[in-house]
């Protein structure tokens, strides 16, 4: 480990094709799960769980799931970009080593969250906090991870036994890889292509 923080933050990718499969140890999952219980939350509510899936026959559903949902997201496309959109790998559920799954409990610490009262999502961007601290983490490891978010809630619920109440926010490929890709595949795809930081700065007003 003891990657310089920049160079963790710019060779970071989301990884689809480039999983090898094999074993996290122990200690390495252990340390990338304790970094994402690190980050910072809204009224220290800390309101993630993480349900770490190694089950081939769970990953198989879910993963059969993702191409139905694929499919919804294709039908909308117009011909050129359902065209591209064939070329584009969107998960490696079944190529990584294991999976995880990040959930928001919107009743932690509640009713008074500190910091919530205003803002409900404050809540929701913790979690999201927990997973880009996993996955810096992740690469700071030589692991790879994968988002994916071609799935209905309530379909994740059912196939984890997630209780009511409790949302899915991410489910996450990960594991070791043969490399990370210098540039997004959706760039190398011609799918879309990243704004420079410029057009993102803005002074004193929108
Ligand atoms: C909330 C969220 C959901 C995403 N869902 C998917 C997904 O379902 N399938 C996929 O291939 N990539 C998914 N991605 C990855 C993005 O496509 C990727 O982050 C983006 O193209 C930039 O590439 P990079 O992460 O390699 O820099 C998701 C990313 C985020 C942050």
Redo the contacts with the bound molecule.
Sequence with gaps: MNADIYDVIHR???V?AEFTGAPIPEDVLHRVLAAAHAAPSVGLSQPWDFIVVSDPAVRRAFHDHVQSERAVFAAILTAAAADRFTQIK??GVLESSLSIVVTYDPERGSPAVLGRHAIADAGLYSVCLAIQNLWLAATAERLGV?????YREQHLRRLLDIPAGIRPV?WLCLGPVTHLEAT???ERHGWRHRRTLSAAIHHDRW
């Design positions: 970071r990718r989301d689809r969107i998960d994968g988002w994916v978010s071609f991410a997004p595949d959706l």
